[in-house]
Nanobody, 115 residues
Framework: QVQLVESGGGSVQPGGSLRLSCAAS????????MGWYRQAPGKERELVAG???????QYVDSVKGRFTISRDDAKNTVYLQMSSLKPEDTAVYYC?????????WGRGTQVTVSS
């Protein structure tokens, strides 16, 4: 069983920045995948950024150049640095881990971008 705890969400004006954190209960080096999804009201959940084991980070086109995913294996934590935020980035952001054969989700953290 893997537990994930997200933090760092909040409200910010357009152009601002936030950093999300996802602390895992197990060693993240053992995970097959770690990443961040988001779900805006009335929309499907989408993958924003993620690492598959042994691969470089991947991003959805809409956040390339603005968001950066990183990891600290010593702290079993994955981060999502979000910059140049736009109103369309408003969503609940979820941390996801794949430790085969199971997928684990955090409870989500709200990000609101509004003037």
């Amino acid at each position: 069983q893997v537990q994930l705890v997200e933090s760092g969400g909040g409200s910010v004006q357009p152009g601002g920045s936030l950093r999300l954190s996802c602390a895992a209960s197990g060693s993240i080096s053992s995970f097959n995948f770690m990443g961040w999804y988001r779900q805006a009201p009335g929309k499907e959940r989408e993958l924003v950024a993620g690492f598959a084991r042994g691969d470089s980070a991947q991003y959805v086109d809409s956040v390339k150049g603005r968001f950066t995913i990183s990891r600290d294996d010593a702290k079993n934590t994955v981060y999502l640095q979000m910059s140049s935020l736009k109103p369309e980035d408003t969503a609940v952001y979820y941390c996801n881990v794949l430790k085969l054969p199971k997928s684990y989700w955090g409870r989500g953290t709200q990000v609101t971008v509004s003037s």
